[in-house]
């Protein structure tokens, strides 16, 4: 922090201007490959700057995508009961985010990836960088399997909140947490730890049933 | 088609006022409730009318949702195995749709539901008395648990949609047929057919470990 550029530290315009940069850095090179140094070079900052007003690149990208909630907090909770209980911890840890008053910012961003390709952009690379990944490795599992283990989790996880925060239909709309970890829970399980099929294992010719 | 009013059959304004009445019936009082006697009044044309132009209550209803497929000509191939395959069936039918040209439309409503409340309404209104309760009601199935089950496979279709369409998560937006259908079948099998846990049969006083 020892360099300041000339602007204002409390200029709203330079605020935006580092916000912009790094959404477009992060949707076009992705969460790995975007760095503070170039983010702040595109918004015309010191990259001092950045830090000071978003701190670490996590924080920063949480900015962009409006997140209030920081997924490596949850992360600990989420994995307390070890690999058989993540299932439904996750679904759990899920619920009690989406329907608290943070819940409110998740559902503007869900409606936001879906008509918006920039943040839908964001939003993939945030479930995969911040939240699927973080999961994942701490879970001992075939790195091979990873990618799909994730984005099955995301396809239910996803629908879940659609169903229920969005489209609100009954009686998920409504349902208590309890009744939606029992019957959601096995899912996220059997995508995290449990067997996916043949196909994910080998290649197949087709089924000839379908 | 005995009487007819005054106005031209080919006048596209007609169409549109017979659409847009069966939109706000469909979406306000819901599919069962919503009459073609109440709709053509509401657009100020006889009945005979909406019927030259839309046929079927359930075929003006496709027309609200821009959905070109008939759900109950797809029924009796997911219904063929029986009860055990119905969601690998649902999947592998579900994926059918999406993946052909018929597709562009179901993304373009699915956008549209998630930003708009109106076409929510009658996304969940088609869902439920077009697909969910057609497929379920031949399942013999508890009906207290129908709307549970039926919500649930929602939510994990509308995901893999979201996902594979949408949003584009990698690998689920580009994985071929067979691997989701070995991945989301039994999610979906065991939502129409499984134990849902013990929430869903009883009530509980809460999960301390929540």
Redesign the interface.
Known sequence: MARRTGRRPGNPGTREAILAAAREAFAERGFDAASIRTIATAAGVDPALVHHYFGTKEELFRATVSIPVDPAELLPGVLA?GRDEVGARLV?TFL?VWDSPVGTAAVAL??S???NEWT?RL??EF??TQVLRRVLDHLDLDPAEL??RG??V???????A???Y???????AS?????L???????IQ??VTGD?????RRS?T??P??
Chains 1, 2 share one sequence.
Not at 166 to 172: H, M, T
Not at 175 to 179: E, F, G, K, R, S
Not at 196 to 200: A, D, K, M, R, Y
């Open positions: 009961g759990r009690a869900l409606r990836a879906v008509s839908a939003l993939r479930l995969v990618p799909l984005a099955l995301g396809t239910q996880m996803a629908g879940l659609m169903m229920r969005v489209i609100r239909l009954e009686p998920v349902a208590d947490p309890d009744t970890v029992a019957a959601v829970g096995p899912t059997r995508y996916l099929g043949p196909t994910t197949v087709g089924d049933r379908g």
